[in-house]
């Protein structure tokens, strides 16, 4: 995977992160993630397809990471995670897409954008649509842990069709 496509959907969620919900992150060592394991309890992913390139990016957020995100963001305190929650971290994960793929978009790469899926519940899947490398990046807030995956794959021969996530198609010309 070219490391091109990671850092700018980690520079937007960090800064959405920031402006938003007034949480400071850091993130520590990323690695390679080999399974379909969550490592968190909720999380939001999005599919993306362009002509040079495809993948997906999931967002999974712990429940006490998630928890103090969505109270900053929504001024009040949360103690369960409801469809409120699930709503606010399918739109992280939107946001997030697309402020990834403007900087990407300034580099020459153009993508279509599928509609986020969020995903909520202990030892849960998640699937991405490519067969590249899963790039794993562990963040830390001041109440938790969440992880951000990032699977892109270049494209070796243009595709015929369509190129599905979960319930949305995107159909490349």
């Known amino acids: 995977m070219n490391v091109d496509f990671v850092n700018p959907f980690l520079e937007s969620l960090v800064n959405i992160l920031k402006t938003m919900a007034n949480v400071e992150v850091t993130h520590n060592t990323p690695c390679i993630k080999a399974d379909s394991s969550a490592m968190g309890y909720i999380s939001g992913m999005i599919g993306l397809a362009g002509e040079k390139t495809s993948g997906s990016i999931a967002i999974t957020f712990t429940e006490e990471a998630i928890l103090h995100i969505a109270s900053n963001m929504l001024g009040e305190k949360m103690t ?94």
């Not at 369960?80 to 946001?95: F, H, K, L, P, Q």
């Not at 899963?134 to 109440?143: D, E, H, M, N, W």
């Open 80 to 173: 369960e995670v409801n469809e409120e929650i699930a709503d606010m971290v399918g739109e992280i994960t939107n946001m997030v897409s697309g402020g990834g793929r403007k900087i990407l978009s300034e580099q020459g790469y153009k993508f279509n954008m599928a509609i986020p899926t969020t995903i909520v519940g202990k030892h849960h899947t998640i699937t991405h649509k490519t067969k590249g490398t899963i790039v794993l990046v562990p963040f830390q807030t001041p109440a938790g842990q969440f992880y951000v995956e990032i699977c892109f794959e270049e494209e070796k021969r243009k595709l015929e069709g369509a190129y599905s996530v979960k319930s949305k198609v995107i159909y490349r010309k």
